[in-house]
């Protein structure tokens, strides 16, 4: 199946707008992880990127699941971008 990385960024204050929908957002994120789509995700030490690691029939179904999470659904993930990526080790 191919994989798929995504950039993104997160709003100003993220860590304090975030906390009403965190939980959500975790549990969504453990289903992921579960049914074998992510890889892995986290932001960066400063808290103004994200990045993650998908493995997916496709793009479309990456995009599905970002825009699905409290995170971007309520503007704390503020843009994203999906990348199909080739794992050469």
């Known amino acids: 199946m191919p994989k798929y990385i995504i950039w993104g960024s997160y709003c100003e204050n993220a860590l304090e707008k975030r906390a009403p929908y965190r939980q959500a957002h975790l549990d969504g994120l453990n289903k992921q992880k579960e049914n074998g789509i992510l890889v892995t995700i986290g932001p960066t030490k400063d808290n103004t990127k994200v990045f993650g690691i998908y493995e997916a029939p496709d793009e479309a179904t990456v995009r599905q699941l970002i825009e699905a999470d409290p995170y971007w659904k309520?503007?704390?993930?503020?843009?994203y971008e999906v990348k199909e990526w080739i794992q050469a080790f």
């Open 74 to 79: 309520n503007e704390i993930w503020t843009e």
